[in-house]
C-alpha cells in the first residue's frame, strides 16, 4: 500500500468511525443521523390542532426519558438528539413530517402519532424509507405493519377485560355508548362477543358523530333500557358533554356503573372532576399505580414539568417507547430499523405500568390491565388488574 492509498484508507476509516458505521456496530451507510457521540430520534405530534391536548402531553414524557437516558450514558454510548415535528391534527402534514423526519433529518427512529388516521398516513413513508415507527397510543387493532411497533394496547386487551370485570361485579345487563368511527364500533364487537362469552346480555347499542353535545335522546334510550352498566367509546370532547348530562339525569358515576376505555387522568380534566367522580375507566396504566418504578416516574415528571401536571396511559406509553427502542437497540448492537426491529421480538422492559414485553410475532405490547375508579381529586382507585400478562390479539374473529 502506497503512502497515499494508506493516508486516504485511515481517512476514509477515521469517516466511519465518526459516523458510527464500523465493523460490530450494525451501521448501514445510509445511517446519517448516527453519528460517534450522537443519534437522532424523531417525535412526530400535534403541538396544535384538536389532538393536541394529548399529544402534546405525549412529547413532555417522551422528552423526559430522552433526559434519563442521555444522563445515564445515552444509547451504544451516545446522546440522543431528539427532532420535533407538528402534525398539526392532520393527516396530510402528519404524512409530510413523516418524510422530513425521515428524509431531511435522517431519524434512526420516530414516537409518534395517535389516532389511527395519522398513524396510517404516515405509514406509506415508513415503508419507502425503511424507517421504524414507535405508536404509543391504545387502538382498534386490525393492524400489523412491518414498520411499526405498537407500545398500547389493542383493543381486545381493554375491552375483553373490562366485560368480565363488570359483568362478574357490577350486573350483566349491559348499554354500549360510542362515537361513530372505527375505535368504538370495532371494540363494541369485541364487546358483543365477550359479553356473550361471560353470561351477560346487550340492552342496546347508541353511535354519537364525533364531536357531538347533545345526547339527550341517547340517555332517553338508556334510561328505558334499564342496564346495569353502560360501556362508553365516547371520545374526546364530546365526553365533556356525555358526563355531564349523564349526571344531571340520574345516572352519574354514584347510581350506575359507567366504564370507558377512552378516558384517563387527562380527559378527567376536561370533563371535570365532579362530573367523572366514580365511573370507571379501564387502561394498563394510572398514575395511582403504587409501585416503586411508578413513583420514580411520576415524580420525575411533575419535578420536570410541574406539580400539579398529571399523568395519562398514551404519555406513559410514550415515555416507554422511547426505553423500547433503546433496549432493542442496545440487544441488536444496531441501530439499523431492521436490525431494531428483529431486536424487539420478546423484548421486555420492566415500565411504570409493571413488565411489559414485545409479542415474538405481531408486534404488540404482552401487559396487564386494569380498571379504575375516578375520585373527587380525578385520579383512580384501581380496583382491579389482571392476574397475568393479557396478550394482544391485533386480529379478533369478529
Not at 395519562?312 to 427502542?325: D, F, H, I, K, T
Not at 405481531?362 to 392476574?387: E, L
Amino acid at each position: 500500500m502506497t503512502q497515499f492509498t494508506r493516508r486516504r484508507f485511515i481517512q476514509a476509516s477515521g469517516s466511519l468511525v465518526a459516523a458510527g458505521m464500523m465493523p460490530g456496530l450494525g451501521m448501514a451507510q445510509d445511517m446519517k443521523g448516527v453519528t460517534s457521540d450522537s443519534v437522532r430520534l424523531g417525535l412526530l405530534h400535534s403541538l396544535t390542532g384538536t389532538f393536541a391536548i394529548s399529544e402534546a402531553a405525549q412529547v413532555d414524557a417522551e422528552q423526559l426519558a430522552i433526559e434519563q437516558i442521555n444522563a445515564a450514558g445515552g444509547v451504544l454510548g451516545r446522546k440522543i438528539i431528539p427532532y420535533v415535528e407538528d402534525g398539526a391534527s392532520d393527516a396530510p402534514t402528519f404524512a409530510e413530517k413523516a418524510r422530513v423526519l425521515l428524509r431531511r433529518h435522517n431519524v434512526a427512529a420516530v414516537v409518534g402519532c395517535y389516532s389511527s388516521a395519522l398513524r396510517k398516513a404516515v405509514l406509506p413513508a415508513f415503508r419507502q424509507a425503511k424507517g421504524l415507527l414507535y405508536y404509543p397510543t391504545y387502538y382498534e387493532g386490525l393492524e400489523q405493519d412491518p414498520r411499526c411497533m405498537y407500545t398500547a394496547q389493542d383493543a381486545t386487551q381493554s375491552v375483553v377485560a373490562a366485560m368480565d370485570w363488570m359483568i362478574r361485579e357490577k350486573g350483566k345487563k349491559i348499554f354500549l355508548v360510542g362515537s361513530d368511527y372505527i375505535y368504538p364500533v370495532t371494540c363494541n364487537k369485541i364487546a358483543k362477543q365477550a359479553i356473550a362469552k361471560f353470561g351477560g346480555e346487550v340492552v342496546g347499542e347508541e353511535y354519537a358523530p364525533l364531536g357531538h353535545t347533545e345526547f339527550s335522546s341517547i340517555i332517553n334510550k338508556i334510561k328505558a333500557a334499564k342496564p346495569d352498566c353502560i360501556y362508553s367509546t365516547v371520545v374526546g370532547g364530546s365526553n365533556v358533554a356525555f358526563y355531564k348530562q349523564l349526571r344531571a339525569a340520574g345516572l352519574g358515576g354514584d347510581q350506575i356503573t359507567l366504564l370507558s376505555t377512552l378516558v384517563t387522568e387527562n380527559e378527567i380534566d376536561g370533563i371535570g372532576k365532579e362530573n367523572a367522580e366514580g365511573t370507571y375507566s379501564c387502561m394498563g396504566y394510572f398514575q395511582s399505580l403504587d409501585t416503586p418504578a411508578n413513583h420514580r416516574f411520576v415524580k420525575a415528571f411533575k419535578d420536570k414539568y410541574g406539580q400539579n401536571r398529571v399523568v395519562g396511559y398514551p404519555m406513559e406509553c410514550a415515555y416507554n417507547s422511547v426505553y423500547l427502542w433503546k433496549e432493542a437497540v442496545e440487544k441488536g448492537n444496531s441501530f439499523v430499523p431492521d436490525d431494531v426491529i428483529a431486536a424487539s421480538s420478546g423484548l421486555g422492559f420492566e415500565a411504570p405500568s409493571g413488565f411489559v414485553r414485545f409479542d415474538d410475532k405481531n408486534h404488540h405490547i404482552w401487559m396487564r390491565v386494569r380498571v379504575g375508579r375516578a375520585k373527587a381529586d380525578g385520579q383512580f382507585d384501581i380496583v382491579y388488574q389482571t392476574p397475568d400478562l393479557v396478550p394482544p390479539n391485533p386480529f379478533p374473529e369478529i
